[in-house]
């Protein structure tokens, strides 16, 4: 009986000091965040902001950070900008070496309209990011900021004056002779969420023939080309395409791919005569000489 005693009072015990540990752990748990947003519904800002000075970890938390999950919390559900403004700010003065403190205030301002400051804010985020060590973590966080600054500035939609139901009439060139192509037709349009374009090819009759997607990388400042052959099983070929606005409805594109596993460059220049009229040039490296040989053109007709 008395080792039964003497068992029973060293298991007590251990409880106990266990759930003195666990009391304390669900504590630690409680996560700064919460305590900081019941404490400015209760207090208001400047005791929370207290109340951060006191319990801040000396390491910066990322996205984790208090300050940023605090900041969300009073933009998304509670819809109060000018709170979240303070925060956003407050985290910036702590940490203004970081890049995501910029980046999260970018998109405060975008809540609030101010989209030239949000441009200004996001371009320091992926500047800051440069900074970051952990390669996927700086990519990560480059892309967030570089693609918001992107929609913004309407990179990804550069292709707009393409969409809509082409006829297509073209003329081949090799070594110069003119080569008569089948005509053909393009469906060219948007898919859900209107940042990437798909393009639909056909061949003369509407016989089947290949599909584009073009979307835009905003980590690279490139167009990247997925092609895709609708008849012969050759999986797809992606390609890189840097475009350049000339002005008066002129474009130059260079695309970038592999073919046979070598590395290849073509130019693509097109002139958009009026809303209903394109004509889009192709050309190739002419060998052993920096010229380029126009080896396609094509006439785009809106269909009515």
């Known amino acids: 009986m008395k080792e039964g005693i003497v068992l029973r009072k060293m298991i007590s015990l251990v409880l106990i000091l266990c759930g003195g540990l666990l009391f304390a752990q669900e504590e630690s748990e409680t996560v700064l965040d919460e305590k900081l947003y019941q404490e400015y519904k209760s207090n208001g800002l400047d005791k929370a902001m207290k109340m951060y000075e006191k319990h801040k970890t000396a390491e910066y938390e990322g996205l984790q950070e208090p300050l ?3 900041g969300y919390k009073l933009m998304m559900d509670d819809n109060d900008l000018e709170t979240a403004e303070q925060v956003f700010k407050a985290q910036i003065e ?3 070496e970081e890049a995501n403190p ?3 205030y970018g998109d405060l301002l975008l809540e609030k309209g101010e989209n030239e400051k949000a ?3 996001f371009k320091k985020a992926a500047k800051l990011a440069e900074n970051i060590e952990d390669e996927a973590e700086k990519t990560e966080m480059k892309q967030a900021s570089l693609s918001k600054l992107a929609r913004l500035e309407n990179k990804h939609r550069q292709l707009d004056f393409l969409s809509g139901n082409w006829e297509i009439t073209q ?3 090799r070594n110069g002779e003119a080569i008569n192509i089948p005509s053909s037709s393009q469906t060219i349009s948007y898919l859900p969420g209107e940042s990437v374009l798909r393009i639909e090819h056909s061949k003369e009759g509407n016989a089947a023939c290949c599909e584009r997607i073009v979307a835009y990388n905003a980590l690279k400042d490139t167009y990247q080309m997925a092609y895709i052959n609708a008849v012969n099983p050759n999986g797809i070929e992606v390609s890189d395409v840097d475009i350049r606005d000339i002005g008066n409805g002129k474009f130059e594109f260079l695309e970038d791919y592999t073919e046979n596993n070598v590395k ?6 097109i002139s958009k005569t009026d809303n209903d009229n394109i004509e889009w040039s ?4 002419e060998e052993s000489s920096e010229n380029w040989e126009l080896v396609n053109n094509m006439k785009f007709k809106r269909k009515a």
């Open 68 to 70: 940023n999950l605090l």
């Open 94 to 96: 702590e940490y203004p």
């Open 102 to 104: 910029y980046d999260s």
């Open 119 to 121: 441009k200004e804010n």
């Open 171 to 173: 003329t081949g060139y």
């Open 264 to 269: 290849k460059q073509a130019k693509h220049e």
């Open 282 to 285: 192709v050309f190739l490296p």
